[in-house]
């Protein structure tokens, strides 16, 4: 794993250990996780500011963390990506190696974290995972499609 990827889970690890499940979140589908999200595992719309740089309008979680006194603000959770790609590793029963090692550091440092449950990463949810799957590769090719009508 790499250096950064620990700091970054440290860093949303306070964020991550509040999220409890809800008896009534949604289920949803991060296409850059190629993963199922229930919408009870990530920070909540008040844990988030908007940081302008001058040149792009960024998300940022505002964390203040004593190991990471500056800035106390961090630009994501992409950190959570692989996380929630290892539980669909797990979901389809093809555990994946390269992100094994996130999951691992995450319940380590949030145990807690609604994401963990294990009916969230059941074989039961299989054949959901890829029927989100071909929605988005059914969206992304009319996508592509439409590029390239407008572009002939």
């Known amino acids: 794993m790499h250096r950064s990827g620990i700091e970054r889970l440290i860093l949303v690890a306070p964020l991550m250990q509040k999220r ?12 850059l996780a190629d993963a199922l999200v229930w919408s009870d595992e990530l920070p909540g719309q008040a844990d988030w500011s908007t940081i302008d740089d001058g040149s792009t309008r960024l998300l940022a979680l505002t964390v ?28 389809i029963g093809e555990p994946d190696c390269y992100a094994e090692d996130y ?21 039961d949810l299989e054949a959901t995972l890829k029927e989100f799957r071909r929605a988005a590769q059914a969206e992304y090719a009319e996508l592509l499609a439409s590029f390239e009508d407008e572009t002939q």
Request: a positive charge.
């Open 20 to 31: 409890r499940p809800a008896p009534n979140a949604t289920l949803s589908y991060e296409i």
């Open 64 to 91: 203040p963390h004593e190991q990471f006194p500056v800035p106390q603000r961090i630009l994501d959770v992409s950190c959570i990506r692989p996380v929630l790609y290892y539980r669909s590793s797990l979901v």
């Open 103 to 123: 999951w691992a550091e995450a319940y380590r440092l949030f145990p807690d974290w609604a994401g963990f449950e294990p009916r969230r990463r059941s074989r």
